[in-house]
């Protein structure tokens, strides 16, 4: 039995019609159209479906969909903004090549979101740490890492 | 997928109350970062979830006297408790390298501790710790220590309608030092091919071990005390020779397998290793 | 006048990569679209006694259930070996048995847990040495033509000799032999296989696939089109695709699987794989079991190399049994050697089959090759490095191969190495800590492995000085987008921002053999040269017969608004020909006069004019190139210059060795490569970091574990590929020769990386603890194991 649930996404209220045994990857993806969250595993083990619930990291493949009521969800849709453009973090993963084939690149812009709004300065470790349960197979992960350091330093630029 | 449903009741008499409900059918689910894995691949089929998650006194800690934890507190907030950190660094040791962030945020410690899975990375520190899980049901409640907790790979003593609440933990004698080491194939995202926690307490003389606890992962069909091995350190003085002796005991006492992750004699050879040099660690902190 | 744009930094170009607006095959959805599920096999090896599907038809929401007997008997792959569902019996655990197509992924999966299969288990053999035996059970019992087969053995016999290798080990005056094997270990995309199908109203096949070679995926499915009788053609269309590693170069059986569903039900088909089926049911790289024999004489100079291997091609055959053809160019040419034997024998078994990745057998036969340069030198009392230098490939040589290299660098990526690890210093020491090194050279300038090596573009450019560039390669994440952008604004004239790619589509786009061999930027540059060229020429012209007109208006239109404005004087006879004119950063200029602004105009303005003219005899600027490079397909023999350039580099380790633990930890890692010329400096980094990393996988942890023809670790947790806590710290060092046969210098670089990671860590490890790891990968249980077997623990 389907049955209705309300949270924010990006920004914006929505209520849809959910399964209780579906995750909150295949409603954001299925349900709301946002495909920037990636399925690459179904067992949280990859981390391309990584977004923020309410400003923390989970993997959304695995996230019960009743647990996101009332919630905050951000996903890498929310980063950019008609006015400002691209988000720092995104412009840098540009600008470093944190990008190959792009298909862990939501997922890990999420996770380096979740960082630097906590951490503003990581130092390379720190970095490592956080995006390590979100695996890149093109990058070999030095320039994702000189991403979020050029994206902290934008960051800090812009406060 | 099959389907099930989800409930999610805010106390814990709601929780008891239609655990009771729905009987058999019925699981508890916390963070869900094993049991929606598991209701994925239908190596478990429940008619119904019932979530821990929003339960709030399942979520507290308390450092006051010793250490209470909720059991639907997750890794991530043990991971960042300065708390955990300072007073119990073999939980933090365990925590911080459990999975990933995202898994973290999700996963609890009473999930990892009743899914009691061989592997679980927070079993070897609560056993040093000297934890007992409070578990509560309709009837009333009881302790257990973690000790009698595990009974198999996937098996604990819970019985249908129970729920482990919190864990407690007694506050560490003076002078103690204890830690925890993973060894992995690589760095992150991994399952121990063998978890080892060691907590040492010591006389004054920083050198004197008064009490020894020694908790494995992965190196029986439950997470298990090297007793044999502790009983071997308390008395001694605590160096290289005196760990690595206990590491072989440790390394006697424990029934590891063959798996793909690891095979038997390697696994028997890593206990003799780490517990010697986790055991050094201890004594770094505890001198620190 | 300089490179404006080649040899620059670009930031990657692909925006809507980080904005999550591309869209990959698992984001695709098309109207009426169905759901398709594959059943696999329960067995090894066993008959197929019985199949009811009765209960899955019966399922609501099912539209097609299908199985090798109510499908027609189409023959695939590069044998012909198998059909896309299997009928009479199953040979791995793989087989496809049985399909569905349902409304969607739930109705698709409990469809597929209904089918019933009976099996009766047939003897299997998993071994590729038993599998020889003569009486081992035959995994197929007839050929694709229908000929009884005596053995296991496939038809394909590879063989390079050259020289007299008896002899030159007669005069050796040392000699070293040995075993290796390496184990399977699958390319692991983030984004896992997947595709769409679907059939128009004239029944031609429009089919979304993420495979790397579109025109030959298209070949592939017309064939089976003409097989299952349907007239019409396929259309092969590429969303953004979610890494390739080798993974995308043949049609794998779903894509077939996909058109069968598509035909039966009319309805676009999709099948997106689960990760557990990305690891037991697409083809991982070859495994192989390898001796090795090697020679030099008393100044260490190589006198012969003689390897042979056995590959166990599973039970079907892709490309996987096909790589001997790239370990003949190591084997033969990686440092300078006279005598050569090699042989490789590909034998089926009852386990997973192979298929290419990145470096195509070269890893394979590089970690076999420099392990015992390793083991010569120690016997021949020359340190590892010096060795490796006195046996160097040089520029300009012809090897026994038939392999004409070019420019080659190997020297300095040697010392490169020599000084960054401070070689001297660390060498020879057994302290735990130790060094390592290992060498590769790869193709660099394509490679003909077909009939042609061709890459065709079409470049159109319109009336607001925007350049399209459509050409039939594909991205895979190597960054095409950014540095073709780069290549074509630096041959054209035009700015990079002006650039915009349109590829991925068949119907449209001019032939191109794929995205493959590193030959991506190497391939496309050269087309981008011969074509911007044209258009360079045919905006000139068009600069000429309008840029006087248009400056006169200009001066008209001044006068008109500023009565005192007088024209300058200016001799516009200059522009009447496009030989005086200049086109760059879109504008046109005089070449001898380019800071005058009266003779400077965007090339946009004149391209408008001349499309605009009002007279019936408007004008606008294509060119087209069809680049199809001076390399030759090898012969029966296995010579031939397959490549025109080929690319070589270095890498070099220091490791520490944890002797209680055997855990191999990497202190250092230097990573010298010959690039030819690097179009964009931090692009070919990636490709140097993302492969070093990945070989350092291959080296490490990665291994997928096969027990009786079953994958045991289908995961992700348990295929260990490295996280970003597992860091390697890589130097990567460019070294740039400039190739003359390459586009703006450049040679090919996506693979190579890969290619000595493996070798250089086993050698280090060599060099820290005294023992030799043959079996990859140097797992801490292998090293502790051997440790204890020296007496070292």
Known sequence: MKRPIRFTVNGDVVEVEVHPHWNLLRVLRDELELTGAKQGCGEGECGACTVLVDGAPINSCIYPILEVEGRDVLTVEGLMSPEAGLHPIQEAFLEKAGVQCGFCTPGMIMSSKALLDHNPKPSEEEIRHAIAGNMCRCTGYVQIVESVMAAAEKMSRDD | ?288 | MGELFVGKSYPRMDIEKVTGQAAYINDIRLPRMLYGKILYSARPHAVIKSIDTSKAEKLHGVRAVLTGYNTPEVRVGFLGDQTPLKKGKVRQFRDEVAAVAAIDEDTAEEAIRLIEVEYEDLPAVFDPIEAMGKDAPLVHEFDARGKPRRNNILPLPWKFTAGNVEEAREKSAHVVKADFSTQWVHQTCMGTSGGIAEFDVNHNLIFRSVTNVPFGGKDRLDMFLKGLGIKGRTRVLTPYVAGSFGSKLDTDIYEFILVLLAWKTRCPVKILFTRNEEFTASPPRQPTLATVEQGCDKDGKLTFRKVDMILDNGAYTSWGATTPSVMMIPISTLYRVANIEFQATCVYTNNIYAQAMRGYGNPQATFVVEQSMDQLALEAGIDPLDFRKINANVPYEESPLGLKITTCPMTECLDAVRTKLDWKNKVGKRSGRGVGVASFLHVGGGARVYLSDAQGIILKVDDEGKVTIITGGTDQGQGSETIIRQMVAEATGFRPEDVSIFLGDTEVCPWDVGTHASRHAFMVGHASLIAGAEVRTKVLELASKWMGNLINQDFKKKARRDPDFKPPQLDMSILSDPANLELRNGQVFVRDDPENPYFRMPAARILRKAHMVGTGKGEMVTAEAFYDPPNEMPGPDGKGNVSCCYTFGTHGVEVEVDKETGRIEILNYVAAHDVGRAINPMLVQGQIYGATVMGVGYGLSEEMQVNHGRVMNANLLDYKVLTAKDKVPIDAVIIEPFEPEGPFGAKGIGEPACVPTAPAIANAVYDAVGVRITDLPLTPEKVLAALKKKGDR
């Open chain 2, 1 to 288: 997928m099959r389907t099930f449903d989800y409930l999610k009741p805010t106390s814990i008499e709601d929780a008891l109350q239609l655990l009771s409900l729905y009987g058999e059918g019925a699981k508890v689910v916390a963070g869900g970062t094993d049991l929606m894995i598991q209701c994925k691949k239908r190596l478990v089929s429940p008619n119904c979830l019932i979530s821990l998650r929003n339960v709030s006194d399942l979520n507290f800690m308390d450092h006051s006297e010793g250490l209470r934890i909720g059991s639907a507190v997750t890794h991530r907030t043990l991971e960042l408790s300065a708390e955990i950190k300072g007073s119990f660094p073999v939980l933090h040791d365990a925590v911080s390298n459990l999975g990933s962030v995202q898994v973290r945020n999700s996963g609890t410690i009473g999930g990892n501790l009743c899914n009691a899975a061989p592997s679980a990375d927070t079993a070897p520190p609560m056993l040093v710790l000297d934890a007992e899980a409070k578990i509560v049901s309709a009837e009333g409640e009881r302790r257990v220590p973690l000790t009698q907790f595990f009974k198999g790979p996937g098996r604990t003593i819970l019985k249908p309608g129970e729920i482990v609440t919190e864990f407690l933990v007694p506050p560490p004698l003076p002078n103690t030092g204890m830690a925890y080491s993973k060894h992995t194939r690589r760095q992150a995202m991994d399952l121990p091919i063998l978890g080892v926690a060691v907590l040492l307490s010591f006389e004054a003389d920083l050198k004197t071990c008064v009490r020894a606890r020694i908790g494995l992962g992965v190196a029986a069909p439950t997470p298990m005390r090297a007793e044999k091995a502790e009983a071997f350190l308390e008395g001694k003085i605590i160096d290289d020779a005196s760990l690595g002796k206990a590491g072989k005991i440790a390394a006697e006492e424990a029934s590891p397998r063959t798996t793909i992750r690891g095979s038997e004699w390697y696994r028997r050879d890593m206990i003799g290793v780490l517990v010697k040099r986790t055991g050094l660690i201890c004594l770094e902190r505890a001198q620190r």
